[in-house]
């Protein structure tokens, strides 16, 4: 492909409406040569997070009306620029966040939202660190801002984020405990990390049993009537993290109920004076400052994939699926039996 000046055909994967995994469909468009300040992008690696499953749903709090393509994140090499792009970015491999787009073999993105991957890395173990890793690096060095000696709780501590943020955490020195199922705990525990069956009835319980002085954050991505249980969990001075609501995602009310009750809540909490605090986190939060925005993005991303390609992380690679399989891709995602990123890759990588 050369410089905008060619149109290419490409795969996508469309979620038509409220459907079940099976229910997304397979298509083809002819993708525009790109305008000015974009790249074309030719995805090598996607993955499923969260926000895909309560798209599915119709639950995620903004997303677009259907049908269109998800993808939250991609990493992948640059085959086209548009007018005002450097062409050296051509053939150079680079993670984006998208939160919409990446289920498709090539797209368009803008040149300032590229992150360089470096060199020796392969697709599929960045692309477990892209939406995950910024996430867990953000919540832990920013929001929370826990130091060396803390001791955190992660709720879903084998999921995509969770099992990011557990191994960001043990690097810094902060003491883990995690909840999981328990065919996960010999795996944390191997990590250092505590592990409490998030089945058990008196989950949280367990756990003051084990931090009885409280702990320095929490950090909740199940929201709904437990995250009391979470602020509850913290010692003065204690951040609450809460940066999802799992536990409303097969509930039949308005989608966005549930996230607005849990603002509400948080925003209480933080007049208490009892010296914690409660945040939600939002990746998004800031992008209106759209240059500050990327910045920090590229700071934050650029220094969790040097830990990966340092062998400070271990990609969480939960399995592999071609992008005409994304459909079950997305099952075995939402089936909660595996471990880290569920990853989706072009058809060809897998043939």
């Known amino acids: 492909m050369e410089n905008n000046t060619a149109t290419t055909t490409v795969t996508e994967i469309v979620l038509p409406g409220e459907v079940e995994p099976g229910g997304l469909r397979v ?15 030719r995805m090598e690696a996607t993955g499923v997070c969260f926000a895909e499953q309560q798209m599915r749903l119709g639950k995620y709090f903004d997303q677009p009306p259907f ?28 993670a984006a966040v998208t939160k919409v787009g990446a289920w498709a073999g090539a797209l368009l ?17 960045a692309e477990t660190v892209v939406v995950n890793g910024v996430t867990a690096w ?21 999921g995509g984020v969770g099992s990011t943020l557990v191994q960001l955490a043990r690097h810094a020195g902060i003491a883990v405990i995690g909840t999981a199922a328990p065919r996960h705990h010999a795996a944390l525990r ?38 009391v249980e979470s602020w509850r969990l913290l010692r003065r001075g204690g951040t609450l993290v809460s940066y999802g609501t799992a536990a409303s995602k097969d509930a039949d009310d308005n989608p966005q109920l549930p996230v607005l009750k849990l603002f509400a809540r948080l925003a209480m909490w933080n007049y208490l004076p009892n010296g914690k605090s409660a945040h939600f986190y939002n990746l998004w939060a800031g992008r209106r400052h759209l240059d500050a925005f990327r910045r920090r993005l590229r700071e934050d991303l650029t220094q969790v994939l040097q830990l990966l390609a340092d062998g400070v992380l271990t ?7 071609p992008l005409s399989e994304a459909g079950s891709a997305l099952a075995l995602a939402e089936s909660h039996t595996v471990a880290g990123k569920v990853v989706i890759v072009p058809d060809r990588s897998l043939s």
């Open 190 to 227: 191997e990590q250092g990390v505590t592990p409490v069956d998030y089945r058990e009835p008196d989950m949280y319980q367990r756990i003051r049993q084990l931090a009885p002085d409280g702990v320095d954050a929490v950090f909740d991505h199940v929201g709904g009537a437990a995250v």
């Open 67 to 94: 049908p269109f393509v998800p993808g939250y994140d991609v990493v992948g090499t640059v085959t086209a620029t548009g007018p005002g792009v450097d062409a050296t970015l051509i053939g150079r491999r680079f």
């Open 315 to 321: 990609p969480q690679i939960a399995a592999q699926f």
């Open 27 to 41: 298509t083809t468009r002819e993708l525009p040569s790109p305008a000015a300040g974009q790249v074309v992008l």
């Open 109 to 125: 993105l803008d040149a300032g939202d590229l992150v360089a991957v470096p060199d020796g890395l392969s697709p599929a173990a």
């Open 138 to 158: 953000q919540m832990l060095h920013g929001t929370a801002a826990v130091r060396s000696g803390g001791t955190i709780v992660v709720l879903g501590a084998n």
